[in-house]
């Protein structure tokens, strides 16, 4: 049993059939099991040829293809997104040699609406566990990257109904502080991956090993990146807390572009929540009107709350930075950029944005509370 086993049991009974986690993760709508098993010996011999018999092989047929429900056009768009990346990472464009798989592709897209290739949902979430996993290269090192999403993504889930509330209440309401809480508890879970990422998988495997794999694909003359962690949305949490009006244009324009990798129900969230005012920015306009030395109570638990909640994120981009920072080293990096498709710079730039937001508020925390009437 995995951690995500452990806490993400609710997550199944939503009406979205992109959490039925359990449900997705048994299907072989492909008849893909025995085949992709084989992938991380074929990738051993950079086998460009069986991976292409593969990759043709396991193509459904027009009716077979029309008769697949979400939840199996999830786990097709899976099985093929490994062959998809194992080809690229060998110098193959899948669809250049297996131009038969573009209509697939792009039925599937439609079908899930979602982009027309794996995402990291599919790579890992959706992904069977045990001796059904879907790996590119087989190594221990690998499934724990894996691993490492699946224990983020029950608290993302948890996330957009706090932060969705959160954006309707204000600093002065008892739900403000309480709805920071409870964010704090689901992104937690993101501190506890990196943690058990650097235990477990070392960034020169990761650069060596893993980054080739998650290239970008040709899909009818647009680009589509690999499944990897990055497209893992921690945006989710930082839109309503400090990112729709305090945010920088690098990290704006990343988000436009790693937003359509999402599921529906996130990309909603975001189109709903891009424009409004943040909690940052909630309370220091509350923060302003009150006398420079004291705050009310409800407003002093509500800095408390955003600034645990920035901490926590705070902590989460610094140890992030620290790994990339390793496997982008001159030493062993193989790619300029990271694997979804921005500089190491920008990770930088946005945990100085998370630091100086929890600084902005941590400071007004400092300040001795009004005293209760």
């Not at 992904?127 to 993504?153: C, I, K, S, W």
């Not at 140890?319 to 990271?338: C, D, L, N, P």
């Not at 979804?340 to 945990?351: N, Q």
Request: aromatic share 6%.
């Amino acid at each position: 049993m995995t951690l995500y086993d452990l806490v993400a049991p609710g997550i199944e009974r939503s009406g979205d059939p992109r959490y039925r986690i359990a449900e997705i993760r048994a299907a072989d709508p492909l008849g893909a099991d025995a085949l992709l098993a084989a992938v991380p010996a074929m990738n051993a011999d950079a086998d460009t040829a069986a991976l292409t018999v593969a990759l043709r092989t396991v193509l459904p047929v027009a009716d077979r293809l029309a008769a697949l429900g979400v939840t199996d056009a999830l786990a097709a768009m899976r099985d093929l997104g490994i062959l998809l990346g194992s080809l690229k990472r060998h110098g193959v464009q899948p669809l250049t040699a297996v131009p038969e798989a573009l209509p697939v592709l792009e039925e599937l897209g439609r079908r899930t609406d979602m982009v027309p290739r794996d995402t990291v949902h599919h790579y890992t979430t959706w992904n069977p566990l045990g001796d059904r996993q879907r790996m590119y290269t087989g190594d221990p090192m690998e499934a724990h990257l894996q691993e490492a999403v699946r224990m983020v993504f029950p608290g993302l889930v948890a996330s957009l109904d706090t932060c969705a509330e959160l954006a309707r209440l204000e600093p002065y309401d008892p739900g403000f502080a309480c709805a920071l809480d409870r964010t704090a508890r689901h992104v937690r879970s993101m501190v506890d991956s990196i943690d058990f990422t650097v235990a477990q998988v070392s960034p020169v495997f990761f650069a060596k090993e893993m980054r080739c794999y998650f290239e970008e694909i040709d899909v009818a003359g647009a680009d589509y990146l690999g499944p990897a962690a990055a497209q893992v949305p921690l945006w989710l949490v930082d839109l309503t807390l400090w990112q729709c009006d305090r945010s920088s244009p690098a990290y704006d324009d990343f988000l436009d572009e790693s937003v359509r990798y999402s599921l529906p129900s996130w990309r909603d969230h975001y189109a709903t929540h891009r424009g409004g005012v943040s909690a940052v920015s909630k309370l220091s306009a509350a923060i302003s009107w009150e006398e420079a030395d004291r705050l009310p109570p409800q407003l002093a638990r509500s800095a408390v709350s955003l600034a645990r909640v920035l901490r926590i994120l705070k902590t989460f981009r610094a140890r992030h930075f620290t790994i990339a920072r390793k496997a982008y080293s001159e030493e062993v990096r193989q790619y300029e950029t990271g694997s979804g498709g921005a500089p190491i710079e920008l990770l930088r730039s946005v945990l100085d944005l998370t630091r100086d937001n929890e600084t902005l508020v941590r400071r007004s925390v400092e300040r001795p509370p009004a005293p209760v009437a």
